[in-house]
């Protein structure tokens, strides 16, 4: 069983700033890619921001020079700060890892159970 387990999200006034933070747990051999989705109310779910295994990321043009990706692969855990907020950046975001369980399986997408992030005017 894997687990990915979210928190940090919450109420931010425009200007603000918040991180979040995604553990992944479980049966775990390794962690290839793992990032931030988000979707608000009506919208299809889009990519934030991902960083590979070995640190290379991805952003979102919607949030470059805003948001920073980072991960710590000794705790399985990937982080996002987000600063200079805006509403428009308001949505449930989800931690996605792509994961091997064990040696000799192929790797898998895991979701956590999303955190809400609202940014008031």
């Known amino acids: 069983q894997v687990q990915l387990v979210e928190s940090g999200g919450g109420l931010v006034q425009a200007g603000g700033s918040l991180r979040l933070s995604c553990a992944a747990s479980?049966?775990?051999?390794?962690?290839?890619?793992m990032g931030w989705y988000r979707q608000a109310p009506g919208k299809q779910r889009e990519l934030v921001a991902a960083?590979?295994?070995?640190?290379?990321?991805n952003y979102a043009d919607s949030v470059k020079g805003r948001f920073t990706i980072s991960r710590d692969n000794a705790k399985n855990t990937v982080y996002l700060q987000m600063n200079s907020l805006i509403p428009e950046d308001t949505a449930v975001y989800y931690c996605?890892?792509?994961?091997?369980?064990?040696?000799?399986?192929?790797?898998?997408?895991?979701w956590g159970q999303g955190t809400q992030v609202t940014v008031s005017s």
């Open positions: 479980g049966s775990i051999f390794s962690i290839n890619a």
């Open positions: 960083i590979t295994s070995g640190g290379r990321t």
């Open positions: 996605n890892a792509d994961l091997v369980r064990s040696r000799g399986y192929l790797p898998n997408d895991y």
